[in-house]
C-alpha cells in the first residue's frame, strides 16, 4: 500500500503563508494524482486543492487565488502553497495519492498535518 508523509505545517499568522509537502512512497500505481483535503475542528473534511499527473489542477473555491498546488513531474511528490492566510484555514492538512481530479472518494491518505493561525 502507498504511504504518504506531509510535512511543513504549523503555527501562522492571518496573512501569513506556508507550504505543505507531502511524499508518496510504496505500492504506487505509478504517477497519479495528488492532491489535499482538510478537516477544521467540529467540520467534516473538505477537498482544498488536487493537481493531476499533466498539471491539470483543480481548486475548493475557498482557496481559488491564495493556495497553489504543484508537484515534482518526475516523482509523486506534491507541494501547496498556502498564502493570504485565513483563520478559516485552520486544519488537519491530508494528502492524497491516487484520487481522481473530480472524485470524492479513492486513493490513498497520508496521516495528516496541522496548519493552525497563531493570531
Known amino acids: 500500500q502507498a504511504q504518504l508523509v506531509e510535512s511543513g505545517g504549523g503555527l501562522v499568522q492571518a496573512g501569513g503563508s506556508l507550504r505543505l509537502s507531502c511524499a508518496a512512497s510504496?505500492?504506487?500505481?505509478?504517477?497519479?494524482?495528488l492532491g489535499w483535503d482538510r478537516q477544521a475542528p467540529g467540520k467534516q473534511r473538505e477537498f482544498v486543492a488536487a493537481i493531476t499527473p499533466g498539471g491539470n489542477t483543480r481548486y475548493a473555491d475557498s482557496v481559488k487565488g491564495r493556495f497553489a498546488i504543484s508537484r515534482d513531474g518526475a516523482k509523486n511528490t506534491v507541494y501547496l502553497q498556502m498564502n493570504s492566510l485565513k483563520p478559516e484555514d485552520t486544519a488537519v492538512y491530508y494528502c492524497?495519492?491516487?484520487?481522481?481530479?473530480?472524485?470524492?472518494?479513492?486513493?490513498?491518505w497520508g496521516q495528516g498535518i496541522q496548519v493552525t493561525d497563531s493570531s
Open positions: 510504496g505500492r504506487l500505481l505509478g504517477i497519479n494524482t
Open positions: 492524497n495519492y491516487g484520487r481522481g481530479l473530480y472524485s470524492a472518494v479513492g486513493g490513498s
